[in-house]
């Protein structure tokens, strides 16, 4: 088991000042990488009132002033008729202004709502109102509360798959810093980059996967991996462009599945599924995409042979052709892929279909199997991502 930075841990509240004050972060060239970077984290997004509590000794500090606090603390922050904060339900900080930083003492713990957070909280001005909270932290102890949360608890014997999901979610979190920083923060804790869920979420399996691969991310020539990753792929991964737009060359379709062999994500319950839908949402879907009094003639799904995923639902009607892509008819019928066939079945539409996520880039369930017969997870990377080479971004 490798140990902590503490040259990077002594400079935490330093970078943390800058990272407030300044809100933003440079995004660096890989050469530049020499130390643990501080992730920024949105945990809360335009909220009017927030519960932060410390177990111990720390400091609520503005731009302008300080004020330390010995031992535990609750701190209501809110907005109404302007900010208010309020330490332990009876002292009012005198025109409070925003950002405010909490800092804890080495052996303090912050709990946001009950919920607890490693590193530093900083309120800051809301993205559309009221106030975001931001977690502030280094990059390895964010991974701590990622992995668990996008794999699962982990055991043992699939530690390998773990440990590839840790280099798949620091490489991603590298690529995300500064993506945000007109707002504030790098990254958000939910699908709409990984999901976060604190120290509660941590796991001992988890933890030791993103200690015994610290610093290492995925690259594919001199960049670092965009590395996508889902539940299941259903025994094919899908090509980039099948899930957003850009046709990214690693990101290719992907058998899941040993030489003549069944899947390795065969084991996943999302593998198969079937999922009725009544006739007036599916035919509802195909007026929203066509002009007004357009009838309808035929409609074909158009599949990627080599993916199974649906590319697309072309709808002819006597105004002329119109499409619904992939993903917007997932999205809109709440499906679990767009790795489905249809069919019609009384007042529903039925689908059949395998996997479950956008299908890009690493098959969990696949990793997980791969990794229970004896995959290393440079083995597993290599087997999800076109031409990925590993290496040590920071000690």
């Keep these: 088991m490798k140990k902590l930075n503490h040259k990077l841990i002594s400079l935490f509240p330093f970078l943390i000042t800058i990272f407030i004050l300044s809100g933003c972060i440079n995004r660096y060239a890989v050469e530049q990488w020499t130390k643990e970077p501080v992730v920024r984290v949105l945990v809360g997004e335009n909220v009017a ?14 731009e302008s002033e300080s004020f330390p606090v010995i031992g535990a603390a609750k701190w209501d922050i809110s907005t109404g008729q302007g900010l208010s904060v309020v330490l332990n339900g009876t002292k009012n900080l005198t025109n409070p202004t925003l950002p405010i930083k909490i800092a ?10 009950g919920k607890p957070y490693r590193g530093w909280l900083a309120v800051t001005p809301g993205t559309t109102s009221g106030f975001n909270v931001i977690n502030l932290l280094p990059m390895e102890q964010y991974l701590y509360g990622v992995v668990p949360r996008e794999i699962g608890q982990g055991t043992p014997d699939i530690m390998n798959a773990v440990e590839a999901q840790a280099i798949c979610a620091r490489s991603y979190a590298v690529t995300r810093m ?15 980059d990984q999901a976060y869920g604190g120290m509660a979420i941590e796991s001992p399996v988890c933890t030791k996967a993103v200690e015994e691969t610290r610093g290492e991310v995925a690259f594919v020539d001199d960049k670092i991996l965009d590395a996508r990753y889902h539940s299941t792929c259903g025994g094919y991964t899908a090509n980039s462009e099948e899930a957003w737009t850009a046709v990214i060359p690693y990101l290719r379709t992907v058998r899941d599945a040993p030489f003549l062999g069944k899947a390795y994500c065969a084991t996943s319950p ?38 199974r995923r649906v590319i697309k639902m072309i709808v002819n009607t006597d105004q002329g052709k119109f499409e619904i892509k992939g993903p917007v008819i997932r999205t ?55 031409g990925v080479w590993l290496g040590e971004l920071y000690e």
Aim: proline letters at 3%.
């Design 49 to 62: 009132s927030v519960a932060i509590e410390a177990s111990g000794n720390h400091t609520l500090s503005t």
């Design 104 to 113: 804890p003492d080495e052996r303090t713990v912050l709990k946001l709502n």
């Design 178 to 192: 500064g993506s945000h920083r007109k707002q504030g923060f790098d990254i958000y804790a939910d699908t709409r």
């Design 270 to 307: 999302h593998f198969t599924w079937s999922q009725a839908v009544p006739k007036e949402k599916f035919y509802g879907m195909i007026a929203s995409a066509i002009p007004n009094g357009a009838k309808v003639r035929t409609w074909q799904l158009d599949i990627n042979p080599k993916s």
């Design 332 to 386: 809109t019928l709440g499906l679990k892929s767009t790795y489905f066939k249809v069919r019609e079945e009384g007042s529903n539409m039925v689908f059949e279909g395998h996997g479950w996520g956008h299908g890009v880039g690493m098959c969990q369930y696949g990793a997980m199997e791969m990794a229970r017969r004896g995959a290393s997870a440079k083995r597993i990377l290599k087997h999800y991502y076109q």
